[in-house]
């Protein structure tokens, strides 16, 4: 005789199934190898017709976008997960980057898989060669920490960068206008077959049609309707970076110390590049530090003072604006050479053309032991001793019409009517307060 079987009814029997297939959905929030990746897209600069920015045109949608947020603030973070699951759900052929801590903090949260290095140390070198786009989230410091794991790379990617920081004078951008930023970013190139001339720039040769092709229905094909028109690409100011070098009195280059965040210098490319500036300071010495100072190769001055700073025009409005030096435009060719509370009051702060070398040399009068070395605001890990120097170099950024490499590539919010200048005077008036009259409420 045949066991008794119960009757399960048809409802009851696939609901757990259904339950579980969808459920299933889960297992794609997971933590991937950033080496899986497909390899970094450059895209070009070209001259814009209407002013002194450059128009951004991709050869084809970008596809790995780094993210890099401000740490230790859940705002921030939510955010961060706000803005990748709409770039995932909307551009489905992106692909996210995070850095390590980030990941293991945020992956649970999105639908997509993202994609990291197994250690903080090397994203630099991974970044590198994967990634097309980055995103900040956070303030000025934030930007530098993302421009930072380019620091030993010609070629930085665009950025873009949202403002969500204490200062934010180089976020061009609000958190609520991020989908018309991305948008906008992401479309600069656009105008191959049936979709509208995105930028007022040459179309797309037929390699770059084929690079689209072969992307399927995941390209700029699959965003139909969100063409920004003639003339709307995202617009690039080009922050010029220092290139710098330390050398011990044999001519020898100094690399970082392992517990540096800097990344690891490359023995044939031994010059770090730097966004802000480069400090030699006394640090928790009590002596004032003697400095020789060689411009052009020739001897200018013995700077007693704490420390000198040699900075970009981007850092102009950081510690050398602190220290006394000129506010400078970014768009001027320049490096500043400030004193930090120098001893003779007839040092006064210089500004010279990039292509002039100049030389920092820890005098054998210095009574102090060592000086500090950090580039933007990150210390090397290494005191510098009597004979060192910091060499600092031009970073050739323009090779000939159209033909822009090196700097820090950043998306700057578009106005009507508006130019580069626009958001550089709104930051002096709104938030360095520049010019304002004692008495008055900011």
């Not at 380019?150 to 061009?172: D, K, Q, R």
């Not at 077959?193 to 092709?213: A, H, I, N, W």
Request: hydrophobic share 35%.
């Amino acid at each position: 005789m045949l066991p008794r079987v119960s009757k399960i009814s048809p409802r009851r029997f696939w609901r757990p199934l259904f339950r579980r297939s969808f459920s299933a959905s889960s297992r794609w929030s997971v933590i991937r190898d950033i080496s899986a990746l497909e390899p970094r897209l450059s895209p070009r600069y070209q001259e814009c017709r209407d002013g002194d920015l450059l128009c951004l045109e991709w050869p084809a949608p970008p596809r790995n976008i780094l993210l890099v947020k401000k740490d230790g603030e859940p705002s921030v973070t939510e955010s961060l997960v706000e803005f990748a699951s709409h770039i995932t759900s909307t551009y489905p052929s992106i692909s996210l980057v995070l850095e390590p801590h980030t990941a293991a903090e945020v992956h649970q949260t999105l639908s997509t898989p993202v994609y990291t290095s197994t250690a903080d140390e090397q994203l630099p070198v991974a970044v590198h060669e994967k990634v097309d786009l980055v995103v900040t989230f956070g303030g000025d410091g934030t930007i530098l920490r993302a421009a930072s794991f380019f620091a030993t790379c010609y070629n930085v990617p665009p950025v873009l960068s949202f403002s969500m920081g204490t200062l934010g004078f180089l976020s061009e951008w609000k958190f609520a206008e991020y989908k018309r930023a991305f948008r906008e970013v992401y479309m600069s190139g656009a105008g191959v077959g049936d979709r509208t001339m995105v930028l007022d720039c040459p179309r797309p040769t037929s390699s770059d049609e084929r690079v689209e092709s072969e992307m399927g229905p995941t390209g700029w094909s699959s965003i139909r309707g969100k063409s920004m028109g003639s003339t709307r690409g995202a617009r690039i100011l080009m922050r010029n970076r220092l290139k710098l070098g330390v050398f011990t009195r044999d001519g020898a280059p100094v690399h970082p110390n392992d517990g540096s965040r800097l990344p690891a210098v490359q023995a044939e490319h031994p010059g770090i590049y730097a966004m802000n500036e480069v400090l030699i300071h006394r640090g928790k010495e009590p002596h004032l530090a003697i400095v020789d100072i060689f411009v052009g190769g020739r001897f200018l001055t013995e700077a007693v003072a704490d420390g000198v700073i040699i900075s970009t025009p981007t850092g102009s409005t950081a510690y050398s604006l602190s220290s006394g030096g000129s506010i400078v435009h970014p768009l001027v060719p320049s490096l500043l050479l400030t004193p930090i509370c120098a001893r003779s009051l007839s040092f006064r702060p210089l500004v010279l053309p990039t292509s002039t070398p100049v030389t920092l040399r820890l005098s054998e009068k210095n009574r102090g032991r060592e000086l500090e070395v950090s580039i933007d605001g990150i210390n090397i890990g290494r005191g510098m001793t009597v004979g060192m120097e910091v060499r600092v170099w031009d970073e050739e950024m323009r090779r000939g019409e159209n033909d822009w490499h090196g700097g820090v590539p950043c998306v700057m919010r578009r106005t009507i009517g508006g130019e580069a200048h626009e958001g550089w005077v709104g930051g002096l008036n709104g938030l360095l307060k520049f010019n304002h009259p004692f008495g008055e409420e900011p």
